[in-house]
């Protein structure tokens, strides 16, 4: 019994490292570009990283149920954007829409490329529909029917809305461009 | 394929393969131009979503990973000694109430006395040794010479336990003696007494042997004769 016992016992331990293995395997691959997605959704690094560390946190508790390793991507993604809907259930009237407010980004250091502040400023002002594609296909090269399983919508609605998100940020270029001009001329 | 089908694609995807936009933009510059502007575009947001990660996040989320085990594991341990502490009461309880059990087989012997008058007016046949031996029997013992003076041998019950009850005149008065099979389930006890009786017990190899006399009865000489005579098969 004992012996049994001692054999079930080293069984467990093993797959608990093995378990620790994955975790942190998944923590290295994927934390910069899942904290990234955080980002781009809400925003805000501090609120981001929030998010981010509940997502980690339900993965390790869930870690059994992944499967596929290949499929670990879309998993995190999946828990994060859940997470990120559950943070917004739960603080609705605490937040203020941030479209409205995002005049500065404090987390773009002033002597930065002109252009890429620019352009940070100008995804933010993105509507969040047109954006999460563009960071799926940008930042995870996602093809446009991963992005359509992913976010649950057809791909011709996720095609339509690649092609509306570059048409809008390409006319806010032209535009500032136009109005730099005037300005210098 | 027009102007406006030929941005829709790109818009979509700038960096697709398709040979029919490949072909597209080879024949027309202006396109060309439109596609390269979009992969330029393109880099520069990639460069733009890639925020910088703060540099301790992914100890954090390992460390938040451990803690959480460790609090898990705090939670399931505690979960453990209240099993423990339940297993402990319970055993507790059990053991309690069996040493009671025990205890009152003492008791049971003497409430028997009470009733060993009206016992012994139901026996009208004088008793002998074969009827003796024949209710011993099934304890697996016997005598060998009968005891003077036994009234009356008959089963009874102390608590749970069948044991065989002997009423026997002597010069002390009357004395009972009571044979218990041992088992595990209780233990008699070596001495006891109440107000009219006491008794005393001694151990033989598959029986109790209970002797229960009048207060201030000296039983060794009934424990001695009981002894003696009696055998036990195997």
């Given amino acids: 019994m004992f012996a049994r016992n001692k054999i079930d016992n ?58 596929d390793e290949k499929a670990a991507k879309g998993w995190l993604i999946t828990i994060l954007r859940r997470e990120n809907a559950r943070r917004f259930e739960r603080k609705q009237l605490e937040l203020v829409d941030i479209d409205d407010v995002f005049i500065h980004d404090d987390t773009q250091q002033a002597e930065g490329d002109i252009k890429e502040r620019e352009l940070h400023r100008l995804l933010g002002t993105l509507s969040i529909e047109y954006r999460e594609p563009l960071i799926l296909q940008l930042l995870f090269g996602f093809s446009g029917e ?40 | 394929m027009d102007e406006l089908e030929f941005r829709r694609r790109i818009y979509a995807d ?43 996040l992914a100890s954090k989320l390992i460390w938040q990973q451990s803690a959480d085990e460790f609090s ?19 055993v507790g309880i059990s053991f309690t109430m ?13 409430a028997h006395m009470q009733y060993a008058d009206v016992e012994e007016s139901h026996s009208l046949l004088p008793v002998d040794l074969n009827m003796v031996n024949a209710k011993l029997a099934s304890f697996g013992a016997s005598f060998d010479t ?23 005149d002597t010069p002390q008065g009357k004395m009972s003696v009571f044979v ?9 006890p070596s001495e006891f007494e109440d107000d009219s009786f006491h008794g005393e ?18 039983l060794s000489t009934m424990k001695d004769a009981v002894a003696n005579r009696i055998q036990f098969s195997a």
């Fill in chain 2, 72 to 90: 898990r594991y705090k939670k399931r341990s505690r979960w453990y000694v209240a099993i423990a502490a339940s297993v402990a009461f319970a």
């Fill in chain 2, 146 to 168: 009968m005891i003077d003076g036994v009234e009356v041998a008959n089963y009874c019950h102390l608590s749970t336990v069948q044991s065989l009850h002997l009423i026997v």
């Fill in chain 2, 201 to 218: 017990s001694f151990k033989m190899q598959q029986a109790n042997i209970i002797v229960v006399g009048n207060k201030g009865s000296d």
């Fill in chain 1, 146 to 185: 991963e992005i359509a399983t992913q976010l649950d919508l057809n791909k011709n609605t996720v095609m339509t809305r690649l092609f509306r998100a570059r048409n809008q940020l390409k006319e806010a270029l032209e535009k500032q461009n136009q109005h730099r001009g005037q300005a210098n001329g």
């Fill in chain 2, 98 to 110: 069996l040493q009671q059990q025990s205890i009152s087989l003492g008791d049971h012997a003497l």
């Fill in chain 1, 10 to 67: 080293t069984q467990v331990l093993s797959s608990m490292k093995a378990k620790h293995q994955r975790y942190e395997a998944l923590v290295k691959a994927f934390h910069a570009d899942i904290f990234r997605y955080a980002y781009w959704l809400v925003k805000d690094k501090s609120v981001a990283e929030d998010i981010v560390q509940e997502t980690f946190l339900r993965a390790w508790r869930s870690l059994d149920a992944l499967n």
């Fill in chain 2, 180 to 188: 218990v099979p041992s088992r595990d389930n209780f233990k008699v």
């Fill in chain 2, 14 to 56: 700038p960096n697709t393969t398709d040979s029919d936009l490949v072909a597209a933009a080879n024949a027309d510059e202006k396109k060309r131009a439109f596609w390269q502007e979009q992969k330029v575009l393109d880099s520069k947001l990639k460069q733009t979503f890639k925020v910088d990660v703060p540099e301790d």
